[in-house]
C-alpha cells in the first residue's frame, strides 16, 4: 500500500510545467502540503468532476501533459467520462486514481471497490491504451516518470491506506483560477 | 440560411471551437450545420455533467467550448454548474433544446423541460430564448459576448417556436 503523502511529494519534485487537476477528496491536500505550484487547479466540491475538467484542459492545451488528481468514491460518480476520455484517445493526459476503498472525507464509508469493483479493469474496459495497478511507493515512482515521458491516455490506479490528509493552504476558487491561467498565459 | 446555421455563424464569430454535447434532434440540427460550416471539434459525452466539467477545463486552458445538451441535460448538470462554473467563475456557454412545451408527446420530458426557467432563475443564470429565425444570430452573438464578459454561465434556449417539435406517438 502507497503513502498518498509522499507519493505526492516525489511526483510534485518532478513536475515542471504539467497541470495538475485535483478532485475534492484528500488526495487534494496530500498534492498541496507536497509544495505550491501556479500549475495546480484545485476542485472545491465538484465531486466527480476532476476527469471530466482534466479532459478539457488536455483538448484545450494539448502540448502540457496533464494530470488528473482522483479519489475511487469521486471517479465512482463519474465512470462515464472513462468512456468519454477513451473515445478521445487525448495522449497528454495522465489519470492517477487513489483508491483508499472508502469516502475517507465524510468518514470512511466504504466505496463499491471495498467490494466488487476493480477501476483498473473499468477504465480498460472504458478503452484507455495504458493502465498500470500501482501498490508500492517503488512502483509509483516507476510508473509516473514514464507516464510523463510516454504518451498516454495513462490509468494509475493507486492503492492507498485510509489516511486523512493534512487539510488547509488552498485559496479561494477565484484566486485560483486566476494564477493557474496566467502561469500558462491563458486567457477565457 | 436556416436557425441552425445562424447559431452556428454566431458560435464561429465568438471563436468557439468545441462543440461538446449529448444529443437531441434539436442539437442534431446545430451539429449537422457545424460539420458543413467545419472548423470545429466535436465531443460526445455520457452525460451533461461531464459537459459542464469539460467546458470549464476548456475555459481555464484558454480554450472556447459549449455544451449542447436537451433540458433533461441541464438537470444532470445543476451540481457541476453550481459548484464549478459559477463559484470559479467560468464562462460555460449552454446551448438548451427545449421539451416539455409546445406539441411535446413525451410525458417524461414535460417536468424537467417546464421546470427549466425557474432553475436556471434560482442558479441566477442568465437564459435567453431563441423564437424566431430572424433574430437568432444577433441573440445569440449577443448572448455570448455577455457571457465571456460576466465569466459565468449563460443558457439560450431553443424552443419549439423556432425549431418544431418533435412528433411522437401519441398516449394510446
Ligand atoms: C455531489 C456530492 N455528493 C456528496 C458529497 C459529500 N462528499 C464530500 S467528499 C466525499 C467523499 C469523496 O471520496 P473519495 O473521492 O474517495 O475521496 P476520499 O474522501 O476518500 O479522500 C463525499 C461523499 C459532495 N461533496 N458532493
Not at chain 1, 492503492?159 to 493552504?169: D, F, I, W, Y
Request: charged share 20%; with cysteine; glycine share 10%.
Amino acid at each position: 500500500m502507497i503513502d498518498r503523502a509522499e507519493a505526492s511529494r516525489y511526483l510534485v519534485g518532478r513536475l515542471k510545467d504539467e497541470l495538475v487537476v485535483t478532485s475534492l477528496g484528500n488526495e487534494k491536500y496530500d498534492l498541496r502540503q507536497a509544495g505550491d505550484r501556479d500549475r495546480n487547479f484545485f476542485n472545491w466540491n465538484s465531486m466527480g468532476l476532476a476527469s471530466s475538467l482534466g479532459l478539457g484542459l488536455a483538448m484545450a492545451q494539448p502540448d502540457l501533459k496533464v494530470i488528473v488528481y482522483d479519489g475511487d468514491g469521486a471517479l465512482l460518480m463519474n465512470l462515464g467520462s472513462l468512456a468519454t476520455i477513451a473515445a478521445r484517445q487525448p495522449k497528454n493526459l495522465i489519470h492517477i486514481v487513489w483508491d483508499n476503498r472508502s469516502y475517507a472525507m465524510t468518514g470512511g464509508q466504504p466505496t463499491a471497490t471495498a467490494f466488487h469493483t476493480d477501476l483498473g479493469k473499468v477504465a480498460e474496459g472504458a478503452g484507455y491504451p495504458k493502465v498500470e495497478r500501482v501498490e508500492t511507493l517503488a512502483a509509483f515512482q516507476n510508473v509516473s516518470d514514464r507516464a510523463l515521458k510516454e504518451p498516454g491516455p495513462w490509468f494509475l490506479h493507486c492503492l492507498t491506506e485510509v489516511k486523512p490528509a493534512k487539510s488547509g493552504g488552498l485559496s479561494s476558487p477565484t484566486a485560483n483560477k486566476h494564477r493557474f491561467m496566467n502561469a500558462i498565459g491563458a486567457r477565457h | 440560411m436556416s436557425w441552425a446555421d445562424s447559431i452556428v455563424r454566431a458560435l464561429k464569430n465568438n471563436n468557439v471551437r468545441f462543440l461538446n454535447y449529448v444529443p437531441d434532434s434539436k442539437i442534431e440540427k446545430i451539429l449537422e450545420a457545424a460539420r458543413k460550416h467545419g472548423g470545429f471539434e466535436f465531443l460526445p459525452l455520457t452525460r451533461e455533467e461531464e459537459g459542464i466539467g469539460v467546458v470549464c477545463g476548456q475555459a481555464i486552458g484558454g480554450a472556447r467550448g459549449v455544451l449542447l445538451c436537451p433540458t433533461a441535460g441541464l438537470g444532470n448538470s445543476i451540481n457541476a454548474l453550481a459548484s464549478m462554473a459559477i463559484p470559479y467563475c467560468i464562462p460555460c456557454p449552454i446551448i438548451i433544446g427545449v421539451r416539455g412545451e409546445l406539441g411535446e408527446f413525451n410525458p417524461g420530458q414535460i417536468t424537467m423541460g417546464q421546470a427549466t426557467q425557474d432553475i436556471l432563475d434560482a442558479l441566477r443564470i442568465p437564459a435567453y430564448r431563441l423564437t424566431r429565425e430572424d433574430d437568432t444570430e444577433k441573440i445569440t452573438d449577443g448572448a455570448m459576448r455577455m457571457c465571456y464578459a460576466s465569466d459565468g454561465p449563460m443558457a439560450l434556449l431553443v424552443t419549439n417556436e423556432l425549431a418544431g417539435w418533435k412528433e411522437g406517438t401519441p398516449l394510446s
